[in-house]
């Protein structure tokens, strides 16, 4: 059965956290509980200066990016974001989005279910 809502309509958390995760809303559009079998659909919101940790992790990830302008830090060299980029991180890169402008940049994220299982 198809699952139909509105990104109003769901639930954001602050996952902040002081000093490596500084300003990002995540909200999580589709996983588990929708009956999503393999993947997991994020929103997330990071405020001017804000920024996701830098970090790596196992599984893949893809992006596009909505609203605002940022970067994305990888290993290789700072890549410019704005509406309408896409991102695929890899398995075990080390990565981090930030937020230098002065407005929200607002982009889906998109993972393995077991990642938000």
């Known amino acids: 059965m198809a699952v139909v809502k509105r990104i109003t309509e769901v639930e954001s958390w602050d996952i902040s956290d002081g000093a490596e995760v500084v300003g990002v809303l995540k909200?999580?559009?589709?996983g588990p509980r929708d009956g999503a079998p393999t993947f997991a659909v994020r929103l997330f919101s990071l405020a001017a200066g804000g920024h996701?940790?830098?970090?790596?992790?196992?599984?893949?990830h893809g992006v596009l990016v909505l609203e605002g302008e940022g970067?994305?830090?990888?290993?290789?060299g700072v890549h410019a974001l704005s509406p309408g980029t896409v991102v695929l991180v890899l398995p075990n890169e080390r990565h981090q989005f930030r937020?230098?402008?002065?407005?929200?940049?607002?982009?889906?994220?998109?993972?393995?279910?077991h990642v938000e299982g």
Not at 27 to 30: K, P, V
Not at 71 to 76: D, R
């Open 27 to 30: 909200q999580l559009l589709i």
């Open 71 to 76: 970067e994305l830090w990888t290993e290789t």
């Open 99 to 113: 937020n230098p402008g002065s407005m929200d940049l607002r982009f889906i994220c998109i993972v393995p279910v």
């Open 52 to 60: 996701t940790p830098h970090h790596a992790h196992p599984h893949e």
